[in-house]
């Protein structure tokens, strides 16, 4: 007992903390399956239906052999692509916990600005295009998803077919207008939903494997090869829509840093993907049981009785894939800004608890407006489908390219190891995109126009802005040598008492509004800090590197240099980094509470030097419009903030 009073832990002290992690534990996997897995858990309601449409432009003749390597199809498709190419591999390509395409395209620009390696710039270019096939996968996603749920109203009622589309179209409308109150709330029953929807489909499953258990046999992979080599042709167009089967793969990855790859792993392998099995499973048992049920295999392998609860179900689950893609959509164009491929944007935090919520009002509209227009053009989940095959392909095969770069840069595995483990998976990524490259004119040119739109933009907004960095440059002038023309008194001024804060691109030029002050109102402040704002290739910077400072040469002319590091995730806080300075480097203590601060503000114009090509540069002058208001993006106080304007052509 001497020892207990000491400080030594009993048994009954060690099993509660052991409990309270393992409760911690189960909290982040019943977390993480309500936002991670919403996409790819509700794939069963429409993968099969749509390989034996037979509307398809190429379609798939229900037989006993055909089912049996359909269905194997699906379920090795799913182990290679999800199981081993993200949840065994890619998750272990992480930048600083995060994952997803954008944190591979920073690794790639990192190594790339260190080594100058153009191959890895190529690589990040490709990457940019993935990232811009994901908007298109956030605009198909939820059309095709709250549509193939609310199809169920037609099993149920066939008199409800006319109703479909006006409902689906009323359930988006609220999804976005939702969005600004941000998935907090919501979010806490997400995960039971999911738990819920998941059991529900594996037990329907179950049902229609009792009702023909040989189809377990398609679980053998020489019925997936077989199928492949005997009936190739039948096989390679069936692969345009077996690749539904695993759309939302890449959500598992980008939602890392959220949940952590071991959460992840353990819902993905212990609940969804048995499931998903089991779902797919039972809808093969029940078309061979009843090839007339191919009209909706996953509504109707439900008992009667169960048929709308089960609707209801698929339309809450649908509606969380949807929310889970539209917050990754907010995430990607975040991050997109912070590292320079679109312009400022403006982000609201929807959370005070998880870092992660965002909502990005204009990325919202685009989305609400782009998925009505998708659903009543294309009106089934069946039409939507080419194009959503194609989107999901590209994703995952550049996510593919990027990783096995990545692991060999990364890791010491054997090169021949990699190359193996590459050519395989690429090469069944690549079989998935040359079937759904069949689907062109049927509707997978879709994702590729959003892409080629979204690639465009962002690598005009790019290169417009390397040109108006350095327009800056020139017109700014050194800051050393301005700095010394105030120390020596070449241009005379008069110090005001207060601080003055002049944001600026960095520390080598001098900031517009400054040079503008002296020049013109011949006055500058007591203090005057010159601050740069850097976005590190990580998601967050900790405290200790938040601000550094840089006293330009001299220790006492109330003139400093301040840098402020925020992560790629983060919203720039600038008064709260400012607050972190020690007043002994900053040449006297500053008076933050009644700080002035002071922008320039850039009018863009055309201009005729062969900058770009003349559409580009309108482009990018049109992209500039959208642009968030600076003092708002860097937490500026507005009763407080200059304006100074200027132009630059490009």
Known sequence: ????????????????????????????????????????????????????????????????????GVVSLIFWSVTVIVTVTY??????????????????????????????????????GLGIFGASLFFGDSMITPAISVLSAVEGLKIVEPSLDSAVVPVTAVIIVVLFLVQRRGTAAVGRVFGPVMIVWFLAIGTCGVVGITEH?????????????????????????????????????????????????????????FLVFPACVLSYLGQGALILHDPAKISGPFFLLVPEWGRWPMVLLATAATVIASQAVITGAYSVASQAAQLGYLPRLRVAHTSESTIGQIYVPWINWLL?????????????????????????????????????YIARERWSTPRWVLAAGAAVLLFVDLLFVAANMTKLVHGAWLPLLIA????????TWQRGRSIVTE????????LREFVDDLGSGKVPTVRIPGTAVFLNRGKQTAPLALRANVQHNHVRHEHVVILSVETEPVPRVPADRRVSVD??????????????????????????????????????????????????????????????????????VATSYITADAAEHFGLPLDRTVVMGSHIEV
């Open 452 to 459: 080629l739109t979204a690639f465009t933009i962002m690598t």
């Open 551 to 620: 006293s330009l040469g001299y220790a006492d002319d109330g003139i400093i240099h301040v840098t402020a590091r925020f992560g790629y995730m983060e919203t720039p806080d600038v008064p709260g980094a400012l607050a972190l300075l020690d007043p002994a480097d900053t040449e006297g203590p500053l008076r933050l509470d009644e700080a002035s601060y002071f922008l320039s503000k850039i009018d863009l114009r055309r201009g005729s030097a062969p900058t770009m090509a003349p559409w580009r540069k309108r482009l990018f």
């Open 213 to 269: 258990p040989d189809i377990l046999k398609a679980l053998w992979p020489s019925y997936a090869l077989g199928f492949l080599v005997h009936h190739f042709g039948t096989a390679f167009f069936a692969l345009a829509a077996v690749v539904l089967a695993v759309t939302g793969a890449e959500a598992l990855y980008a939602d890392m840093g959220h949940f952590g790859r071991r959460a992840i792993t353990r819902g993905w392998l």
């Open 87 to 124: 949840v065994l591999l890619a998750m272990r390509a992480d930048n600083e916990g995060e994952g997803g395409i954008m944190a591979l395209i920073t690794l790639l620009r990192r190594w790339s600005g260190q080594r100058g390696r153009r191959g890895a710039a190529v690589l990040a």
């Open 368 to 404: 609400m407006v782009s998925v009505l227009t998708l659903v009543f053009a294309f009106r089934s989940s069946a039409a939507l489908a080419y194009a959503f095959g194609m989107a999901v392909t590209g994703t995952i095969t550049i996510t593919t390219l990027l990783f096995f």
């Open 1 to 68: 007992m001497a020892g207990d009073r000491h400080g030594t832990a009993t048994p009954s002290a060690e099993s509660g903390r052991g409990g309270a992690r393992d409760a911690v534990r189960l909290a982040v996997v019943v977390g993480a399956l309500g936002v991670v897995f919403g996409d790819i858990g509700t794939s069963p309601i429409y993968t099969l239906q749509t390989v034996f449409n037979p509307d398809d432009p190429h379609p798939v003749p229900v037989s006993t052999d055909n089912v049996y």
């Open 471 to 478: 327009e800056r440059v020139r017109h700014e002038g050194p």
